[in-house]
């Protein structure tokens, strides 16, 4: 079996991901690829630190927790566009944002804002990140054992 070694102290069975992955993609090759791309990708972010993303929604930016800048982010912005884009056509699985477009031409609507932080190294719980990829590998999702103190908040554009 192969395994990857993606950071000090902390393996996962390589083949038992990429079969969870390939039953999303149903292209080994391509399942492959994404495969390879988080693991290196959330490696690099667990030892180095890095820039993470995360969408939400607000009537107004002074309006979110600061102390709670929430646990789900993607490690890359196209993601987040994917997710936009899924979420606005309404061709999605995300049941839980129909309120969030349902009055998006409205004057009183929620606005999409983008929120991007700079972790420092060993801030993303693993286990739990691999599992929600294994899951919904297209979200390229790492789950934070915290909350980002560096970070920018913008509107989504």
């Known amino acids: 079996m192969k395994y990857i070694k993606l950071f000090e102290n902390f393996d996962k069975n390589y083949d038992d991901i990429l079969k969870e992955v390939d039953r999303f993609y149903t292209d080994i090759n391509r399942s492959k690829e994404e495969v390879d791309y988080y693991l290196s990708e959330i490696n690099n972010l667990q ?18 927790d600061l102390s709670d800048l929430g646990k789900h982010w993607c490690i890359d912005r196209d993601s987040i566009s994917n997710f936009f884009n899924t979420l606005r056509d309404g061709s999605n699985e995300y049941d839980s944002f129909d309120d969030e477009f349902k009055d998006y031409d409205s004057e009183d609507k929620k606005l999409p804002y ?12 693993m286990d739990y990140s691999i599992s929600q990829f294994k899951a919904l590998p297209n979200e390229l999702e790492v789950n934070l054992i915290g ?7 913008e509107e989504y554009n």
């Open 114 to 125: 983008i929120i991007t932080a700079n972790i420092p190294p060993n801030f993303i719980d």
């Open 47 to 64: 030892k180095e630190g890095g820039k993470i993303y995360r969408l939400v929604f607000l009537y107004s930016p002074d309006k979110i």
């Open 147 to 153: 909350n980002p103190k560096d970070y920018l908040i």
